[in-house]
């Protein structure tokens, strides 16, 4: 063999090697970009609502919420909730736990029986409304009435 066919095969040889690594390269970037891609169905932990995320994006909820996955709605909710009172709330787990609650509390009335639930805020408005009206009636005995008039010129 003379020094230019093994010139040509080393070339040849190292033009094969460069295309095997650049496909190899290629498809593990497709792969990442595939993983990146995929779409799954989840179900917030709060609310029951179901939302279609990449992998990547529900990973990066449960980091923030103690593995816990909320939608959109409840997280604004819940970072309110721990942003304006943070002692109560006890961190972010507290704040979670409490908008949990109001939403279990909602899932099994309104969502079941949205009429009685109805009804229950009517009776909730009327009490309020009742109290109302007994707080001033007693607000008004308090206050100092007067006797006679102000104007002693409408006095004959």
Same mark, same amino acid.
């Given at each position: 063999?003379?020094?230019?066919?093994?010139?040509?095969?080393?070339?040849?040889?190292?033009?094969?090697?460069?295309?095997?690594?650049?496909?190899?390269?290629?498809?593990?970037?497709?792969?990442?970009?595939?993983?990146?891609?995929?779409?799954?169905? $989840?179900?917030?932990?709060?609310?029951?609502?179901?939302?279609?995320?990449? $992998?990547?994006?529900?990973?990066?909820?449960?980091?923030?919420?103690?593995?816990?996955?909320?939608?959109?709605?409840?997280?604004?909710?819940?970072?309110?909730?721990?942003?304006?009172?943070?002692?109560?709330?006890?961190?972010?787990?507290?704040?979670?736990?409490?908008?949990?609650?109001?939403?279990?509390?909602?899932?099994?009335?309104?969502?079941?029986?949205?009429?009685?639930?109805?009804?229950?805020?009517?009776?909730?408005?009327?009490?309020?409304?009742?109290?109302?009206?007994?707080?001033?009636?007693?607000?008004?005995?308090?206050?100092?009435?007067?006797?006679?008039?102000?104007?002693?010129?409408?006095?004959?």
């Amino acid at each position: 063999m003379n020094i230019k066919d093994e010139r040509k095969l080393r070339k040849a040889f190292s033009d094969v090697s460069l295309e095997i690594k650049r496909n190899i390269r290629e498809k593990e970037e497709q792969e990442q970009e595939g993983e990146e891609l995929e779409v799954k169905k $989840v179900k917030c932990d709060c609310c029951g609502i179901e939302e279609e995320c990449t $992998v990547q994006y529900i990973d990066k909820v449960r980091n923030l919420y103690s593995g816990n996955w909320v939608c959109g709605l409840c997280a604004v909710v819940i970072t309110e909730r721990f942003r304006k009172d943070p002692l109560t709330a006890a961190g972010i787990q507290g704040a979670l736990d409490w908008h949990k609650g109001i939403c279990d509390d909602f899932n099994s009335t309104t969502r079941v029986n949205p009429k009685l639930d109805f009804a229950r805020s009517m009776r909730d408005i009327a009490k309020r409304s009742n109290q109302k009206r007994m707080s001033s009636d007693f607000s008004l005995g308090s206050k100092i009435s007067r006797t006679i008039s102000c104007d002693p010129r409408l006095e004959r």
